[in-house]
């Protein structure tokens, strides 16, 4: 599975930002797609993810700003960032899970720089 993300990028504080994240591969046993955010000098952290039925999680940090989606074919996936803060400045990560095949993949990540 290959994972691409796009849709970064420079945005004041309080405004807003969709990303994207294209897979191809053998997507048809994803079980779990997420996002996952790495700011500097900290550990990557979980942001949002989506199940095969569709179920979705937030962390605290952005419940009731973010909202995660993705198509039915599992081949897109997306972050509709809203209300951005200066703490959310990260880089991105898009995270598919395999369970079929024991696997998962990441993909190179995306920046986003909130300016305040």
């Known amino acids: 599975v290959q994972l691409v993300e796009s849709g970064g990028g420079l945005v004041q504080s309080g405004g807003s930002l969709r990303l994207s994240c294209a897979a191809s591969?053998?997507?048809?046993?994803?079980?779990?797609m997420a996002w996952y955010r790495q700011a500097p000098g900290k550990q990557r952290e979980l942001v949002a993810s989506?199940?095969?039925?569709?179920?979705?999680e937030y962390s605290d940090s952005v419940k009731g700003r973010f909202t995660i989606s993705r198509n039915y074919t599992w081949n897109s996936l997306y972050l509709q960032m809203n209300s951005l803060k200066s703490d959310d400045t990260a880089v991105y990560y898009c995270?598919?899970?395999?369970?079929?095949?024991?696997?998962?993949?990441w993909g190179q990540g995306t920046q986003v720089t909130v300016s305040s």
């Open positions: 995270h598919a899970e395999d369970s079929r095949y024991s696997a998962d993949y």
């Open positions: 591969g053998r997507i048809f046993s994803i079980d779990v």
């Open positions: 989506i199940t095969e039925y569709g179920e979705t």
